[in-house]
């Protein structure tokens, strides 16, 4: 069960609402889909804001850590969470994003800005390719 994250990637935001919206996101996905393989959280590999959020709380769960990002995020301030698996695609943010959105089952979106909107977007195109109804694939909040 892979569950994408996306949201802030910055500090000033409401970390116990984030926190609080991630873990009712990931419990109700987890109630309607009963899955037998390992849980997996991937979001964009920065130690930041909501993707560290998702990452903390799968660490406290025993979940497995993936971060997919561009080689940009291992450059910038923000610092790598220590994920159990890196794909890094492409060099600029947004490059990577087709291989996020076809890594995941299941998509959480916690605030954002344009790459988290245009994310949600991807797929969204991509559950009706499948045949997927986008009620149980995709959770958003705003903060």
């Not at 799968?58 to 990002?69: P, Y």
């Not at 089952?105 to 994310?119: A, I, M, P, W």
Request: aromatic content about 6%; proline content about 2%.
């Amino acid at each position: 069960m892979k569950i994408g994250v996306v949201g802030f990637s910055h500090e000033n935001i409401n970390h116990d609402m984030a926190r609080n919206l991630l873990r009712q996101s990931f419990h109700e996905l987890m109630q309607k889909h009963h899955h037998d393989e390992p849980i997996e959280i991937v979001s964009g590999l920065t130690n930041i804001g909501v993707p560290k959020i998702a990452y903390q709380i799968a660490d406290e769960q025993g979940w497995i850590t993936v971060g997919i990002s561009a080689e940009m995020a291992l450059h910038v301030n923000c610092g790598i969470y220590p994920v159990n698996q890196q794909i890094i695609e492409g060099k600029e943010f947004g490059d990577e994003s087709i291989v996020f959105i076809d890594y995941i089952d299941y998509l959480v979106r916690v605030g954002g800005g344009k790459q988290s909107h245009r994310e949600v977007d991807m797929f969204i195109e991509e559950c009706t390719r499948r045949g997927i109804a986008i009620t149980d694939a995709l959770i958003e909040h705003d903060l």
